[in-house]
């Protein structure tokens, strides 16, 4: 058996003995001792290299000592495996900033992901914003021809709504306009646009 394969088992039945919640690692994981196969799966799970602190805090309530050394050769082992392209392209098309500790290495592929994976948000945010300014747009026409419905408003007061109304369907049109040459341009399929009931 392979030195990598020792640590990848270890980790998986220290993955298994680990408690949920707010505990970072279970007393028998303490005991265990297993830091450099805890650091490697740490790393390959792309947790912060301060995460070290936490379980060396907890493994100390139990009185054990976490070997920071050791914990550390197994998370420089586990991390590039973190950091490639899929895990960078994920971290920013979620919107995040790219993790540090993959900077810190200079894992290239994931710098790359992170930069598509990010321009990909961008894209979405500004297509998600000019579907937000249209259903804004209706809202906004849906109430004044609401309020013109009413019978008994001052003839100014009508005269004045109708003028806003007008200039809300303009607005609304080239709202929708922006939506769908947003949609061409990126070869998105249209979305249902919600529709004014009056």
């Known amino acids: 058996m392979t030195r990598k394969s020792i ?72 991390l590039p495996l973190y950091c490639s392209y899929d895990k960078g392209f994920s971290t920013g098309d979620n919107g995040n900033s790219p993790k540090e500790e993959c900077l810190a290495i200079g894992a290239d592929d994931y710098v790359d992901g992170h930069r598509d994976g990010y321009a990909s948000y961008i894209i979405r945010s500004e297509y998600e914003s000019l579907i ?32 806003k109304r007008k200039r809300l369907s303009r607005e609304l049109d080239d709202a929708r306009i922006d939506v769908r040459a947003f949609e061409r341009v990126e070869g998105w399929p249209k979305r249902q646009l919600q529709t004014s009931p009056y």
């Open 7 to 78: 640590l990848l088992a270890v980790a998986a039945s220290l993955a298994m003995t680990a408690i949920s919640g707010c505990a970072t690692v279970s007393e028998e994981t303490c005991i265990a001792g297993s830091w450099e196969a805890l650091g490697y799966k740490d790393g390959r799970n792309g947790k912060s290299r301060g995460h070290f602190a936490d379980i060396a805090e907890t493994c100390a309530k139990y009185g054990i000592a976490a070997n920071a050394s050791e914990y550390r050769l197994g998370y420089d082992q586990g």
């Open 132 to 163: 937000e300014e249209y259903d804004d747009i209706l809202k906004a026409f849906d109430n004044v021809s609401e309020r013109l419905l009413d019978e008994t408003l001052p003839a100014d007061e009508a005269k004045r709504l109708r003028k």
